[in-house]
């Protein structure tokens, strides 16, 4: 733009300017010829958790949720006896039970640990979900005990009162009691009264009473409710392991009853049962979108007596139905298929028996067939994915990943299992499994990554490092190993006869829990079979968390040799946006001092998790910040991947997704609007940048050819800054354009309703010879380009 024009443009800016004060001009010299070092486009890389329905219920096409019906009331609780079991080692598995209207109460209940990492959750004072008190028991790896409160309005639970140290044994029975009077708890472990606090401020004043465990195996007995007056509230097995039950996000319609049952499931441990007396009764799940035209391909395993029909239903209109006919005595596929000429935006799917009717249900599946045309993806999540060119995708966790068993994952989706634990607000189907996550890579022409179970005891009990090693070994084999081998026969029986050709492999995830001494002996057993099985591959092991240099240093020291990237974490409040990229910046050089002095000094960092947490403007401005740290460290920084990718927008926690949706739509968070941008101009060369930046996070970059220069900048503070950028001479200045993004409110965000109120806008530029100049507004982020 040149200088008549930029300056009516730049009038525009005056009232705006004047509303953030005065603006400072910083002066800079770019030198094009001066390349400080190379930038690998893998710094842009993402990493694709199963976490809040990202993969199953979101982008991988099939729209039921919960199709097993493994995810229910009772989570993995069953009733041996007098005994309520709990026997999985999933994240927060509750079983609540009780009057919600119950005021002062005594709650008693005896439990003992059988396995796992932790101790009890006994919950009291629960109205729902999010509105609760749990006293947790060995809790934070087994060394203190807590009360923790959760709130609808307070985010993620916390902890409230005092914290006691103590553990929780296994295969003891303890005895606990819990009496709540007003405001005041008190805890007593045995005979010991532990805790003893009043919540003056927040607490309320009923709720029913519960247990759970975190990561741990436990039987629980004998729970008993009375009021402080003495009279019995409560005694006996949880009628919800008893009785009637469907599984989550299910319900039932009509006169009859449902039973989630454990016994002669098709697949795996559960099924539901449905049971017409007095009339038709119907399975339901909703919402779902409907397109008008679309044709919506099902099938479902049944089993019993009585016909089975399915509908689409907008209300109690219905908008398509199919007779599958009559259920079978022994399991058996019924395919249907559903098209409405009408939409629909919170459609139900109904599946039907009439009067008589005595039907197990399992595996449902509905998806649209143009989906499957796209390789069975939700085509705006796979165009989401799609739009930020991820050079490079990490799979499957994370946490996740620490637990995976992938071959439960391949194969025919009902022949599928579930995940082993319950984590992230959901019982993951595995229906996204190896095949379907090299397809998507394909799709968006991005490099996989792999991240393996290596069986640590934290997740898998003792003693088991073998036959993970051996898992290990199988998967590298299915992904890369020819047809004629065992498991890359078994790939080409699954439909992909040619390898996969899968490069990037890291050893497990957050190993932190080992300690760095005996995760390092892991690591070099597990590198010196895994090359010996396919020398071609690289390999990654777990760095840090945060700041933690010692962990790195011990890493380091016993392993680069046998390693390619060490991969570290780094999430951050996002109140943290203008000086946290600069203080993770400086853990990264000092991480690569000591890799200079290792026995690899071409050990590369690979921030395999990042992000700031929250999805307001202020984790775009982190995310720019932190992206030109990564491209300033890239002598040493080859990749990245922040977190999370995806994530249903009914999820409890961890409000900081990149891509966020529902079962309609979907919309970026400013953290993907601002990556998107400086995706879109990677250069890859680094180039000098001279002068006093201020309090601007700046990096300058050229192209290959060297006829493009680029500059990112980050202004975090609320004041404009005029930036006066002189290019020497070498580099000849022809057309200059740039883009900005500056909603104006460190609280901006996208929503589904307004999807694009943080975006991109024109910023206006001006050169006259070899000397640009813009103007950054306060909070704001942006790229210049020199061509």
């Known amino acids: 733009m040149k200088w008549m024009s930029a300056v009516a443009v730049l009038a525009i800016l005056v009232c705006r300017q004047r509303a953030q004060g005065a603006e400072e001009t910083v002066k800079l010299v770019l030198d094009p010829e001066r390349v400080l070092h190379e930038i690998d486009e893998k710094i842009y890389g993402h990493f694709l958790e199963h976490i809040y329905h990202s993969c199953d219920g979101g982008l991988w096409g099939d729209l039921v949720w919960n199709r097993s019906f493994e995810e229910n009331n009772q989570g993995f609780w069953r009733v041996e006896g007098d005994d309520i079991v709990q026997d999985g080692t999933g994240d927060n598995i509750r079983l609540t039970f009780g009057d919600a209207e119950w005021r002062d109460y005594e709650y008693t209940v005896e439990a003992k640990k059988t396995g796992g990492n932790e101790g009890f959750l006994i919950l009291f004072r629960v109205l729902n979900d999010k509105d609760f008190y749990w006293c947790n028991l060995g809790g934070w790896s087994n060394v203190r005990h807590a009360l923790e409160r959760g709130r609808a309005d ?55 009473v519960g247990i759970g465990t975190w990561s741990t195996k436990a039987v629980f007995r004998k729970p008993r409710v009375t009021s402080l007056e003495g009279e019995l509230l409560y005694d006996g097995i949880p009628e919800t392991l008893t009785g009637p039950s469907v599984a989550r996000h299910w319900t039932v319609r009509g006169e009859g009853e449902a039973y989630v049952e454990t016994e002669d499931a098709f697949n795996d441990r559960c099924c539901q049962r449905i049971i017409a007396k007095g009339g038709p009764v119907a399975l339901r799940q909703k919402p779902f979108r409907v397109v008008a035209g679309e044709t919506y391909d099902g099938s479902l395993w049944g089993r019993g007596q009585g016909e089975i029909v399915v509908r689409l239903l907008d209300g109690e209109t219905v908008l398509d139905e199919d007779v599958l006919g009559n259920a079978a005595r022994v399991w058996s596929m019924l395919c249907f298929q559903l098209r409405s000429k009408n939409a629909a935006e919170d459609a139900t799917l109904e599946i039907g028996v009439p009067e008589g009717g005595d039907v197990r249900i399992d595996q449902v599946s509905l998806t649209p067939t143009s989906w499957r045309r796209r390789g069975g993806f939700r085509p705006d999540l796979l165009d989401a994915i799609s739009g930020l060119k991820p050079p490079v995708i990490r799979w499957p966790g994370g946490c996740f990943a620490s637990a995976y068993r992938w071959k439960q994952g391949v194969g025919p989706q009902h022949e599928r299992k579930v995940h082993p ?22 799709a968006v022409k991005a490099e996989p990554l792999i991240v393996v179970n290596i069986g640590t005891p934290q997740w898998m009990g003792q003693g088991r490092e073998k036959e993970f090693e051996r898992e290990v070994l199988d998967w590298l084999e299915y992904c890369n190993g020819p047809e004629s081998s065992k498991w890359g026969s078994v790939r080409a029986k699954h439909g992909h006869a040619q390898p996969y050709g899968v490069k990037y492999w890291e050893i497990d995830n957050e190993t932190w829990h080992m300690g760095a001494e005996m995760y390092s002996d892991w690591v070099r057993r597990l590198a010196e079979v895994m090359r010996e099985k396919d020398p071609s591959i690289q390999l990654a092991a777990c760095g840090s968390g945060g700041f933690n240099l010692e962990w790195n240093k011990v890493l380091i020291e016993r392993t680069a040799d046998v390693i390619d990237y060490l991969s570290i974490h780094h999430y951050h409040g996002p109140d943290g946006f203008a000086d946290g990229p600069i203080q993770y910046e400086e853990f990264i050089m000092k991480t690569a001092a000591l890799i200079a002095e290792s026995k690899n000094p071409d050990l590369k960092i690979y921030c395999s998790e990042w992000n700031a947490q929250s999805t307001d403007w202020r984790t775009g401005l982190f995310c720019g910040g932190l992206l030109n740290a990564f491209e300033r460290c890239g002598a040493i920084f080859e990749m990245g991947g922040p977190a999370l990718f995806l994530r249903h927008v009914s999820a409890a926690a961890w409000d900081n997704a990149f891509i966020n949706f529902d079962h309609r739509t979907w919309f970026p968070a400013p953290n993907y609007v601002v990556m998107k941008l400086w995706r879109e101009h990677y250069l890859p060369q680094r180039v000098e940048l001279k002068g006093d930046a201020g309090g601007l996070n700046l990096i300058g970059t050229k192209s290959k050819k060297g006829d493009k220069l680029c500059l990112k900048a980050v202004n975090p503070s609320n004041r404009p800054v005029e930036l006066e950028i002189k290019v020497e001479p070498s580099f000849k200045v022809g057309s200059v354009t740039g883009r900005q993004i500056s909603p104006g409110d460190l609280k901006a965000r996208n929503t589904l309703d307004a999807p694009h109120a943080v975006h991109p806008e024109p910023l206006f530029t001006a050169a006259e010879g070899q000397t640009i100049r813009c103007h950054l507004l306060g909070h704001s982020a942006a790229v210049l380009v020199v061509e």
Do not use: M, N
Request: aromatic share 12%; charged share 35%.
């Open 154 to 208: 307070g985010g993620r639970w916390g902890v409230v009162g005092p914290r006691v140290e103590g553990k929780i044994e296994e295969d003891r029975w303890y005895t606990i009691k819990i009496r709540c009077e007003g405001p005041r708890f008190q805890v007593w472990l045995d005979e010991d009264r532990i805790i003893d606090f009043t919540d003056d401020d927040k607490a309320h004043l009923s709720g029913a």
């Open 421 to 442: 634990i319950s984590i992230w607000d959901q019982q993951d189907v595995y229906s996204f499994g190896t095949d379907e996550f090299v397809l998507l890579c394909k």
